[in-house]
């Protein structure tokens, strides 16, 4: 069956990798469909023309980016596609790049992000998702002298809100914001009226979350926002 499917030719310069992306490829256009089993190494050596280390390589190289689950003893399975592997990428993306964002780089993505979150958040919260933006606030208010607590706290408020969209892209992209919020977190909570003007800011976001709201929501989150970065920016001034 396997001798019947179309390959790319193969770069011998980057053997593996190029093995790897006309396999991805194959997966990507359904050939080897979620759950399905991948033919075996040697299958795919004989096809490929190449050793069966290549052929590990390569099938290494799709399991890191979260492609396929090698299950010892019975083979290579595709797996169904999940936004675990973005959210990690993008995660490493920004840890990285942190010393070339600027305060105002962060907030500009934020208020891209964030306001019209909260409005979706209004419209599509189920009672979960409000229970859990609640939970947030209420662990906000119980921690405020513990900097550590309040920032998980906080963290979570946020990914809740992310989640109660229902779009998973919107999570995935708060996930990755994770290390940048934690610092703008802990740098705000510095400010001796930040703790205060934070508990204020989310409470009235989660009340217009819980009223279904969507414009209040996007409002509150907005001025959220611009009322944290300027708080920063006279910190680090």
């Known amino acids: 069956m396997f001798t019947d499917i179309p390959t790319k030719g193969v770069d011998r310069r980057r053997l593996y990798q190029q093995i790897a992306d006309d396999i991805e490829r194959l997966i990507l256009e359904g050939t080897f469909p979620p759950e399905g089993r991948l033919p075996s190494e040697q299958e795919l050596a004989d096809r490929y023309g190449v050793s069966r280390n290549v052929i590990r390589e390569a099938l290494k190289s799709l399991k890191e980016l979260g492609l396929v689950v090698i299950r010892t003893g019975s083979g290579t399975y595709v797996r169904r596609p999940t936004m675990k592997p973005v959210a ?4 490493r993306f920004v840890r990285h790049s942190l010393p070339d964002f600027s305060l105002a780089h962060f907030y500009e993505i934020r208020r891209m992000i964030e306001p019209d ?9 189920s009672e979960e998702d409000l229970c859990a933006i609640q939970a947030a606030l209420q662990e906000m ?13 906080d963290l979570e408020f946020h990914r809740a809100i992310a989640g109660a969209t229902h779009n998973p892209l919107v999570r995935s992209i708060i996930d990755a914001l994770i290390d ?17 003007a934070g508990l204020e800011a989310h409470t009235r976001i989660t009340t217009a979350i819980q ?11 907005l001025e959220h926002l611009n009322d944290s970065e300027q708080r920063l920016s006279k910190i680090k001034a």
């Open 180 to 196: 940048p919020l934690r610092i703008v977190i802990a740098a705000g909570y510095a400010d001796p009226h930040g703790t205060q």
């Open 211 to 221: 009223n279904h709201d969507s414009p209040a929501a996007h409002q509150a989150m």
């Open 117 to 125: 979150s909260a409005s979706l958040a209004a419209k599509r919260a």
């Open 141 to 153: 208010e119980s921690h405020r002298d513990d900097l550590q607590a309040w920032s998980g706290a």
């Open 88 to 91: 990690e990428a993008l995660n």
